[in-house]
């Protein structure tokens, strides 16, 4: 089991920046793979990235260049650098985690674990 908390959410402006972080639960971090997701009003949510801890990460094309992953395996705690925030980015963001293997890193019902989410407003 692990217990995961996302922190970081606000208030920014359009081209502004912001980073998230999620602390995890648990002492076996290492072994998760970590992802960010979002969800927008009324829409699915949409992955985001993983990051491995060995330190390969993978990103949707859309936010590819604007965001950035990162972990302390050290802290227990998984990073994401937003940056040149957009009004689309408005969204709840969440962190997940999976120790299993997948080939489906993108799907929301790869991770096993949820944080409660955490809101971010990018306004115009």
């Known amino acids: 089991q692990v217990q995961l908390v996302e922190s970081g959410g606000g208030l920014v402006q359009a081209g502004g920046s912001l980073r998230l972080s999620c602390a995890a639960s648990?002492?076996?971090?290492?072994?998760?793979?970590m992802a960010w997701f979002r969800q927008a009003p009324g829409k699915e949510r949409v992955f985001l990235t993983t990051?491995?801890?060995?330190?390969?990460?993978l990103y949707a094309d859309s936010v590819k260049g604007r965001f950035n992953v990162s972990r302390d395996n050290a802290k227990n705690t998984v990073y994401l650098q937003m940056n040149s925030l957009k009004p689309d980015d408005t969204a709840v963001y969440y962190c997940?985690?999976?120790?299993?293997?997948?080939?489906?890193?993108?799907?929301?019902?790869?991770?096993?674990?949820w944080g409660q989410g955490t809101q971010v407003t990018v306004s115009s």
């Open positions: 990051a491995w801890s060995g330190g390969s990460t």
């Open positions: 997940a985690a999976t120790d299993k293997y997948s080939n489906t890193w993108s799907r929301s019902s790869t991770y096993d674990y």
């Open positions: 648990g002492r076996t971090f290492g072994y998760y793979a």
